[in-house]
């Protein structure tokens, strides 16, 4: 199946759009601030998680809406095959909650990621090799999310024991063992699992990287470094061993809120946060395109590339194009004017965007 159609009510700056009839490539063409990106920030939203632009739900709904947004999406199969309808939207009485429904039916937001495998690229990802250590787990995390669904449920499961365990030892008052052998036993379970996700997720991109050719863009090597011991058991044992020293520190010293995502440039075998910006971005999208390649073979791929075909001479271009063309997810593109995708202009669904509108073209 692949994404026929979006909705959108509400929305930023769009009060009720519709796009229909989604091919391969799609193409958003508007002035900055037409809002382009809010298309693809509604799209994202049908992957688990904050969307690609992590905003709070309540920053989301139109000023001019009734305080609550919904996005609407459909999927459509081969000719005797009922399409499938997701949805994803707030109420005003509660703008914080987001809810989700497949089909009619109420249904949980991690479960989204059964369906669609949704990749991004923006230009806020641009400095994520210079950018901190927790951005890059989070990168690493939504590569992993879009592989394997339940790598949300134990990042969510880790990040709550480990908040509890950190105000235990940030206490004033000792804290009772009983209470630190159980949640360092929910911190060594879903830890381990989240940790096996990333180390996974990052060996499989890394060999999809590997075969690629070296140009036109850098290839990247990718290192997953553990922020702890690997396994659920000497996990288990390095927290119980550590209290002492994480209690006079106050926080948790060893786990997987200290993983890195270590990143050097073929060849020069150099750090990416000391290459330049043009290796730099040209790893970025090696990444993302073989990332986007590895989860589109399980579910219905889609790829968001905001912003991206400007900032390419017209060499790498159309080499982005040609692989793009080669693979399984289907691809959403933003720009200010048609010129850079000529290339893919008659292949193309197209919709200018302006002021929170939208009209095939």
């Given at each position: 199946?692949a994404?026929?159609?979006?909705t959108?009510s ?17 193409l ?19 992957a ?24 609407g ?8 095959e ?10 005003a ?5 987001r809810?989700?429904?497949v ?11 059964e ?7 923006t ?39 480990l ?20 949640i ?18 990052v060996a ?9 050719p070296?140009q ?9 470094a ?5 396994g659920?058991d ?17 926080r948790?010293?060893v786990?997987?809120?200290?993983d ?19 290796e730099?971005?040209?790893?970025l999208?090696?990444?993302?395109l ?7 073979r ?5 790829l ?5 075909a400007?900032?390419?001479?017209p ?44 009209e095939?073209?």
């Amino acid at each position: 199946m692949a994404l026929d159609a979006i909705t959108l009510s509400h929305f930023r700056n769009h009060r009720e759009t519709r796009l229909d009839g989604a091919r391969q490539f799609n193409l958003l063409v508007g002035e900055n601030g037409a809002g382009k990106t809010n298309v693809l920030e509604a799209i994202s939203l049908f992957a688990p998680g904050r969307g690609l632009r992590r905003a709070a739900l309540a920053e989301i709904a139109g000023a001019a809406g009734p305080g609550g947004f919904s996005v609407g999406a459909s999927l459509a199969g081969q000719p005797d095959e009922e399409a499938l309808r997701l949805g994803t939207y707030t109420k005003a009485a509660q703008p914080g909650r987001r809810l989700v429904q497949v089909n009619g039916t109420p249904a949980s937001a991690v479960g989204l990621g059964e369906w669609l495998a949704i990749s991004w690229l923006t230009p806020a990802m641009d400095r994520l090799f210079a950018d901190s250590a927790g951005a890059r787990r989070r990168f690493m995390d939504r590569m992993a999310l879009a592989l394997d669904p339940a790598h949300a449920r134990h990042a969510a499961r880790y990040e709550n024991a480990l908040r509890e365990r950190n105000r235990l030892l940030s206490d004033d008052r000792p804290p009772e063992a009983a209470w630190l052998d159980g949640i360092e036993a929910q911190m060594a379970q879903h830890g381990a699992l989240l940790a096996q996700g990333r180390a996974r997720t990052v060996a499989a991109v890394g060999q999809e990287i590997a075969v690629l050719p070296e140009q036109p863009f850098a290839r990247p090597v990718l290192v997953y470094a553990a922020g702890g011991p690997a396994g659920q058991d000497a996990f288990a044992a390095a927290l119980k061993s550590g209290r002492g020293r994480d209690r006079a520190a106050r926080r948790s010293l060893v786990g997987p809120h200290r993983d890195e995502l270590e990143v050097t440039m073929a060849g020069k075998n150099v750090p990416a946060a000391s290459c330049s910006t043009g290796e730099q971005k040209a790893m970025l999208i090696a990444i993302t395109l073989a990332h986007a390649q590895l989860a589109a073979r399980g579910r219905p791929g889609l790829l968001l590339l905001d912003e991206v075909a400007a900032h390419l001479d017209p060499f790498r271009r159309a080499s982005l194009f040609e692989r793009l063309r080669s693979g399984r997810a289907q691809v959403w593109l933003t720009g200010t004017e048609l010129g850079p995708f000529a290339e893919i202009r008659a292949e193309a669904a197209v919709w200018q965007v302006s002021g929170g509108q939208v009209e095939r073209v």
